[in-house]
């Protein structure tokens, strides 16, 4: 195809460039990149370093003149034996998963319907940003009152409507199906205005021209429409995942990790140990295997959805 | 693409369906703020307001929620700008300028957003601390950028990537500098991308809370999240003023987001018309 | 694009020079001592204790600045303050179980030398012994209470059961039979709270406590799962599945829902603080606000509550430590504490305090006979047990609560886990 001759011969033009040029190409990318960097690690190095540090240490909680002891992995050790904290990982995955994969789909649905033109369009997608606007907090508090047993409003709705409202807080089963409703709803529109806006990338005459070769809705999307968003869809997902694994705030305001240890995850655990048994050390290792976790989900979904170079046509 | 009828109601129908179910929270708080406290709690819950009441609303300017406001508009802003300034050019070097090094630096950096919040919250703490900088905005600017510089870095870069490369060859071919191709180029035609990554950063910076809560500690440097959180307390739950003061907070970042949406749509346009 | 960067550009700038100039004039204009108080943001009393501080200001020509947190995050954020020793905060408010936890790290000064003996004897029911820690004082008490026992009194009419008194408490079986007459399918006798919180916590631990079990003993053992202990959790735990007289969401229930379920009519009796009362009788906020009256909690063995409340201490690594005291002594005389109550109804901590407020001719009948029933159970009340390690130990108890009420466990099975569990935590 008449692309990947271009691509050719702008390839052949650029080996004929003068050496120096071509090591300037490697260092003009150097360069733009180097204040971020530069900044990023200014600000973390720091934090980070102290992070891993201490982890390696025991505070003494109650005798303040006594230095922190020196316990090397006991900390990673305790944390991987604490039965607490097998559940809190198990909750975590089931809420990444479960809630960035909903998000996901219904963000993508959205995306799609609001994809050819419809009056009001810019509106209603404006709109439907709205949960990304309401800080969590706010949000926690507010589907909490939702959800409450007795005066909240969905199961008045629901009494309305005769239909039967469970727990959804007290009940440990649905206690962490609220917190994935709260996750999904808001995080979908992420999903959705990034979508929409790699959707706007794409090529009209490649739809076009597949429309005429005969190809209907569905083979569209599968086959032109997918495979061109893979690299867009692979960041959602990836910043999504990591995201859904640092959630406290909505979790922390509904539940509080409870009924019990149902809705407790990597995040409120840390928490937990941190301002609860005032065990810092164990609560930087803990979060420490928490990345360590994510790095391999990371790593794992690359390899899925990943790809090496641009895609051919 | 023309489309029947029936499809066309289909998707409206769809849209109406996931719009109330998205908007029904928001508008519920909207409604808890003209509610007097009488039809706040009353149980089974009120949807139509008999008694409409402002009271809320100048309560909610009564605990400063004006001030909150504002150091929210500067933290919110400050750590936008200098995040498109720092990560932009970094992002659009990841995409088309490699270097060595540079996968390994960019997974770096995506690991330095997976760290949970709450694990850093006493380092930076104690840093902000030997800075002198605690109770300031800038302490939350700082905080801000170690977590917005990443997401930005990699959102951009796939909008980056997603551009094809002819336009820089060309434009190179016709005696563009690099970075020339780069600003007048591809930037505009990222439009989308760029008011996208423009518009989560400002929300994620407006609606932070952990670190606000725990590196401010007056009025002068707390933003919104941590006054509408005051509304909470262990005796009981001021709805009302919460529900006044997150609607009041909501605006300005409503405004912002229809802002950039117009970004968005020119973006659209020059892609359709550059198609 | 480039305007848009451009005005970002000189925006920040603008800023910046705006906060610095800003930051001059605040240093300029100081004269006297600036003490930083940390209290829980939005609370009621905090708005009274601006206001009355202001006399105390004029007076010293000293400046307060409120470090006001909100509820949910002042233990932790406090913790971090203090443990970095920032010296940000001189004056503390201090939610009782947090105290001997504070004493025990280091955060807090003895003021068994700057309080006085005529101020040391005028604090009642034992209040000072319960915010000591190993022998020194570490608190000053402002507003003390006890949880009492809310009760509709045209539903005990309607049904003709027998009204508490201060001698004669309702007593465990007639707490049940009056909860179980007055629950329809609208209103419910009663309400169990036990969210993952501390709150509800302390509810358990009062229901063990009526049953003569204990928590912790003298020796830092822990007791919670021997058989008085057991029968008070299985009472709360029936009262929710057997009985059914409490509403099923008890596991996402704290004292927040409980107040307000009462003051919507929806409960016939409910167990909670003295706070409140004031909600409670409010016309405009409650339903029921001629039709109830208080009374102390059931008696089982013997009728007791938690005691708790909020204090007030002096921050160790604070640098203006004389200054905060005498902001604290001021705040905590018997003048302004009564000025506090007048504005916020809850009983008094110093007897001179209730000398005056007996005294008051503005008090209705209603509550004068309140007050009484507040007294009689702070009087009676049992103050959680005096652990450092308190707040993990209470978060443990709190999994047993919930997985007893959720049914996962026996109370049992919940409280032997949680007896094994506490074992090893105190003896880290």
Redesign the interface.
């Known amino acids: 195809m008449t692309r990947t001759i271009?691509?050719a011969e702008?390839k052949n033009?650029d080996t004929a460039r003068p050496f120096r040029r071509q090591m300037s190409?490697?260092?003009?990318?150097?360069?733009?990149?180097?204040?971020?960097?530069l900044?990023?690690a200014a600000?973390?190095a720091?934090?980070?370093?102290?992070?891993v540090y201490n982890s390696f240490f025991r505070v003494s909680r109650f005798s303040p003149n006594v230095a922190p002891r020196f316990v090397g992995l006991q900390n990673y050790v305790d944390v991987l034996q604490d039965r607490y904290v097998v559940a809190a990982c198990g909750n975590t995955l089931l809420f990444v998963i479960a809630s960035v994969s909903l998000a996901f789909i219904?963000g993508l649905?959205?995306a799609l319907?609001?994809y050819?033109p419809?009056h009001g369009r810019?509106l209603?997608?404006?709109?439907?940003?709205?949960?990304?606007?309401?800080?969590?907090?706010?949000?926690g508090?507010?589907?909490r009152?939702?959800f409450t047993d007795?005066?909240?409003?969905i199961n008045?709705i629901l009494?309305h409507l005769n239909l039967p409202g469970p727990l959804w807080l007290a009940d440990p089963r649905f206690a962490m199906i609220s917190i994935i409703i709260v996750g999904t709803?808001t995080s979908f529109p992420?999903v959705m205005?990034?979508l929409?806006?790699?959707l706007?990338?794409v090529?009209?005459?490649m739809i076009e021209a597949a429309?005429v070769d005969g190809a209907g809705y569905w083979q569209r999307l599968r086959y032109i429409l997918l495979p061109l968003l893979r690299?867009?869809i692979?960041?959602i997902l990836?910043?999504r995942m990591?995201d859904a694994?640092?959630v406290?705030?909505t979790i922390y305001v509904l539940t509080q990790g409870g009924p019990g240890v149902s809705t407790e995850t990597?995040?409120t655990y840390?928490?937990r140990l941190?301002f609860s048994n005032l065990d810092?050390g164990s609560?930087?290792a803990m979060?420490?295997m928490?990345?360590l976790l994510?790095?391999l989900l990371?790593v794992l979904l690359i390899r899925l959805l990943g790809e090496r170079e641009?895609m051919q046509l | 693409?023309k489309?029947s009828l029936l499809v066309?109601a289909g998707?409206?129908a769809?849209?109406v369906i996931?719009?109330i179910l998205?908007?029904f929270?928001?508008l519920?708080?909207m409604l808890t703020a003209f509610k007097?406290?009488?039809e706040i709690?009353?149980?089974?819950?009120i949807f139509f307001i008999r008694q409409p009441t402002l009271a809320n609303f100048s309560d909610a300017f009564g605990?400063n929620i004006h001030v909150a406001l504002g150091n929210s508009v500067?933290v919110a802003?400050?750590t936008t700008?200098l995040s498109m300034?720092?990560?932009v050019?970094?992002a659009?070097?990841?995409a088309?300028?490699?270097?060595?090094g540079?996968q390994v630096?960019l997974t770096a950096?995506?690991?330095?957003?997976?760290?949970?919040?709450?694990?850093?919250?006493?380092?930076?703490?104690?840093?902000m601390?030997r800075l002198n900088l605690?109770?300031?905005?800038s302490a939350l600017i700082?905080?801000y950028?170690?977590f917005q510089?990443?997401?930005a870095?990699?959102?951009m870069?796939?909008?980056f990537?997603?551009?094809p490369?002819?336009l820089e060859?060309a434009a190179m071919?016709d005696g563009c500098s690099?970075?020339g191709a780069f600003w007048s180029i591809i930037?505009?035609l990222a439009?989308?991308?760029l008011a996208?990554t423009a518009?989560?950063c400002a929300?994620a910076s407006?609606?932070?809370?952990?670190y606000a809560?725990?590196l401010t500690?007056?009025?002068v440097s707390q933003t919104?999240?941590?006054a509408?959180?005051?509304?909470?307390?262990?005796?009981?739950?001021?709805?009302g003023?919460?529900a006044a003061s997150?609607t009041i907070?909501?605006l300005p970042?409503?405004m912002f987001?229809?802002l950039l949406?117009r970004f968005?749509?020119q973006?659209?346009t020059i892609?359709?018309v550059k198609? | 694009?480039n305007r848009i960067?451009q005005n970002?550009?000189i925006?920040?700038a603008v800023?910046i020079m705006m906060?610095g100039c800003l930051g001059i004039v605040q240093a300029a204009a100081q004269t006297g001592e600036t003490i930083?108080v940390a209290v829980?943001?939005?609370?009621?009393e905090v708005v009274i204790y601006q206001e009355l501080s202001k006399a105390w200001e004029e007076q010293t020509g000293n400046r307060i600045?409120?470090?006001?947190?909100?509820?949910?995050?002042m233990h932790d954020?406090l913790v971090?303050e203090f443990s970095?020793r920032?010296g940000?905060?001189d004056a503390t408010a201090i939610?009782e179980p947090w105290l001997v936890e504070f004493a025990a790290s280091g955060y807090l000064d003895a003021l068994d030398d700057r309080i006085s003996d005529e101020d040391r004897a005028d604090f009642g029911f034992n209040l000072l012994t319960k915010l000591s820690y190993d022998g020194k004082l570490y608190a000053i008490p402002h507003y003390m209470f006890a949880p009492v026992l809310y009760y509709r009194t045209d539903l005990f009419e309607q049904y003709g059961l027998r009204k508490p008194t201060m001698e004669e408490p309702l007593t465990k079986e007639e707490f049940l039979a009056a909860a179980q007459a007055m629950t329809n399918g609208d209103v419910f006798g009663t309400i169990v709270e036990a969210n993952r919180n501390v709150p509800p916590v302390h509810h358990m631990i009062e229901y063990i406590y009526r049953e003569g079990g204990q928590i912790i003993d003298e020796n830092r053992q822990p007791r919670v799962n021997e058989p008085p202990a057991v029968k008070g959790l299985q009472f709360m735990v029936d009262l929710v599945r057997k009985y059914k007289v409490a509403p099923p969401g008890a596991l996402g229930f704290d004292h927040?829902d409980n107040?307000?379920?009462f003051?919507?009519?929806?409960l016939g009796m409910a167990i909670n603080w003295p706070?409140?009362y004031s909600?409670i009788s409010d016309p405009?906020?409650s339903?029921v606000s001629d039709k109830f009256a208080i009374a102390l909690p059931f008696k089982a063995v013997k009728t007791t509550s938690i005691v708790g409340g909020y204090s007030l201490g002096l921050v160790s690594s604070s640098r203006k430590k004389d200054v905060a005291w005498d902001w604290i002594k001021f705040i905590t005389s018997t003048e302004q504490l009564y000025n506090l109550r007048k504005r916020n109804f809850a009983p008094p901590v110093r007897r001179s305090e209730l000398e005056m407020l007996q005294a008051d001719p503005t008090l209705s009948q209603a509550q004068r006979e309140a007050l009484e029933v507040m007294l009689k159970a702070v009087e009676n009340g049992t103050p959680v047990p005096s652990l450092p390690e308190w707040n993990q130990v209470s978060d443990r108890l709190s999994i047993a609560l919930q997985e007893a009420v959720s049914g996962q466990k026996s109370p049992q099975e919940a409280l032997d886990a949680a007896q094994e569990d506490i074992e090893k935590i105190l003896s880290r």
């Not at chain 2, 709690?41 to 819950?45: K, N, Q, T, Y």
């Not at chain 2, 088309?96 to 060595?100: E, G, H, K, N, T």
């Not at chain 2, 407006?206 to 952990?210: G, T």
């Not at chain 3, 829980?40 to 009621?44: L, M, T």
């Open positions: 271009q691509r702008v033009k190409s490697r260092m003009f990318g150097f360069l733009m990149a180097l204040p971020s960097i900044a990023l600000l973390i720091y934090p980070l370093g102290h992070l219904i649905a959205i319907l609001l050819q419809l810019i209603i997608r404006a709109l439907l940003l709205s949960p990304l606007m309401i800080a969590p907090v706010v949000a508090l507010q589907w009152w939702l007795q005066y909240g409003v008045a009494e709803w992420f205005l990034v929409v806006s790699g706007a990338g090529p009209e005459e429309t690299p867009t692979l960041v990836l910043i990591m694994f640092r406290f705030d990597i995040s840390a928490y941190a810092f609560a930087g979060s420490i928490g990345v994510v790095t990371s641009e | 693409m489309q066309q998707r409206y769809a849209l996931i719009l998205t908007l929270p928001i519920w708080i007097g406290p009488q709690s009353a149980v089974p819950p605990f500067i802003s400050v700008a300034i720092l990560s050019p970094a659009y070097a990841f088309r300028y490699p270097f060595p540079s630096l950096v995506l690991m330095v957003r997976m760290i949970p919040g709450i694990a850093l919250i006493i380092p930076f703490f104690r840093l601390n605690l109770n300031t905005h700082i905080t950028l170690s510089i990443p997401f870095i990699w959102l870069e796939s909008f990537r997603a551009l490369r002819e060859e071919m690099r970075f930037c505009p439009a989308v991308g996208t518009i989560f929300i407006w609606n932070e809370f952990l809560v725990t500690r007056t009025s919104g999240p941590v509408i959180s005051a509304g909470v307390t262990s005796y009981q739950i001021f709805w003023r919460m997150a907070y909501v970042v409503l987001n229809l949406q968005i749509v973006g659209i892609g359709a198609g | 694009m960067i970002v550009r925006a920040f800023f906060a930083a829980q943001a939005g609370a009621p600045e409120w470090v006001e947190i909100p509820q949910q995050n954020k971090i970095s920032s940000a905060i939610s927040v107040h307000t379920l003051s919507q009519g929806k706070y409140a909600i405009k906020q339903t």
